[in-house]
């Protein structure tokens, strides 16, 4: 298997971490890639934030109702769209994918926590002081791994089709 592939293959979901703080080297390439995701019309309608402060961390984990783990967290990053942009959502997810696998690259663990469509995504946006023209998309607390579960991956045969569906 080529590196990018070991990468992506080896991602998991993890959502314990160790106290270890991110190195900056790490943010700052996680930030970067997820600038360089594809976007419809390179339209780019995203602003990216970390939040390592753990008042703040601890604040994010009561509102979000499935990631309370963020609590524990080193960091928690957080993926804003332009809510008036048609693709944002998909612009978006595809800006946290390129994050999770920059950090992940790193050693990195981390977790999509949705966003977009939860009750408590405007009141984490009015936490982090965003402006309403945003949504927020996504939220990735990452740390490195100390604990990691391999949940089962559907079977290539079962999910795939050439030319046709059979
Ligand atoms: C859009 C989206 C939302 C998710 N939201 C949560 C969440 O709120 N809490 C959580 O613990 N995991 C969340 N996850 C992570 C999934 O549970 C996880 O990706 C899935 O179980 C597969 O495991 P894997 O990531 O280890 O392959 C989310 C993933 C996606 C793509």
Not at 87 to 98: G, I, L, P, Q
Request: charged share 25%; hydrophobic share 40%.
């Amino acid at each position: 298997m080529n590196l990018g592939v070991t990468i992506i293959k080896g991602r998991r979901s993890v959502r314990k971490y160790k106290d270890t703080p991110l190195p900056e080297e790490a943010i700052h390439h996680a930030f970067d890639c997820a600038k360089f995701a594809p976007t419809a019309r390179n339209g780019q309608p995203w602003v990216f934030g970390i939040v390592q402060n753990r008042e703040t961390l601890a604040t994010i984990a009561g509102l979000a109702t499935h990631g309370k783990f963020i609590k524990d967290a080193p960091a928690c990053f957080a993926v804003f769209g332009l809510r008036d942009e048609k693709f944002y959502v998909e612009d978006c997810c595809a800006a946290t994918e390129n994050l999770i696998l920059a950090l992940w690259s790193y050693g990195i663990g981390s977790c999509w926590v949705a966003g977009d469509k939860m009750d408590y995504a405007g009141d984490v946006r009015a936490l982090l002081k965003v402006p309403d023209e945003y949504a927020l998309v996504s939220l990735i607390p990452a740390g490195y791994p100390q604990e990691m579960t391999i949940p089962p991956k559907k079977e290539l045969e079962d999910i795939i089709f050439r030319e046709e569906y059979k």
